[in-house]
């Protein structure tokens, strides 16, 4: 996908300072968050626990932020952001996995883990045959 830019990068980490998320949580998908391109720079949008961080990275235009934040031992999944107008998302307790798929436009109330997101994002498309 040389020369292609996707909307949005997908961020998964297993750290978090939140105890009962690593009781509870698959290892490795205990918290997300998402880096949006805009007019060639990245928006780095976390929802944390206690407040949402938001950055733009100093990074030249086409800089590689998939491959480095892989190199950071994250895990990463290109997205496309769903501009399509909707209705109003439905009521979800507030998580990081809530407010990236705000942030994308997913409107899927059965995501409530960042495994499950992962998998959602990562899932082949079904073809009407299967």
């Known amino acids: 996908m040389i020369g292609i830019m996707p909307d949005a990068l997908v961020v998964f ?12 949580l ?3 998908f ?3 968050f998402v ?3 805009r007019g ?3 928006i780095s949008f976390d929802p944390l626990a206690h407040r949402i961080d938001l950055d733009i990275p100093n990074v030249p235009e086409g800089f590689d932020m998939g491959g480095w934040l892989r190199t950071q031992g994250f895990t990463v999944v290109s997205a496309q952001v769903d501009r399509t107008p909707a209705p109003p998302a439905l009521f979800a307790p507030f998580s990081c996995v809530e ?9 899927a109330p059965y995501i409530v883990t960042p495994w499950r997101l992962y ?7 079904r073809s009407p045959e299967s």
Do not use: D
């Not at 998998?119 to 498309?125: F, N």
């Open 30 to 32: 205990r918290h997300c």
């Open 13 to 24: 980490t297993g750290e978090t300072e939140i105890a009962w998320v690593r009781k509870w």
């Open 35 to 37: 880096l949006v391109r």
């Open 26 to 28: 698959r290892a490795g």
């Open 119 to 125: 998998r959602h994002l990562t899932a082949r498309p």
């Open 99 to 107: 407010a990236v798929k705000r942030v994308l436009g997913l409107r």
């Open 40 to 42: 060639g720079r990245w």
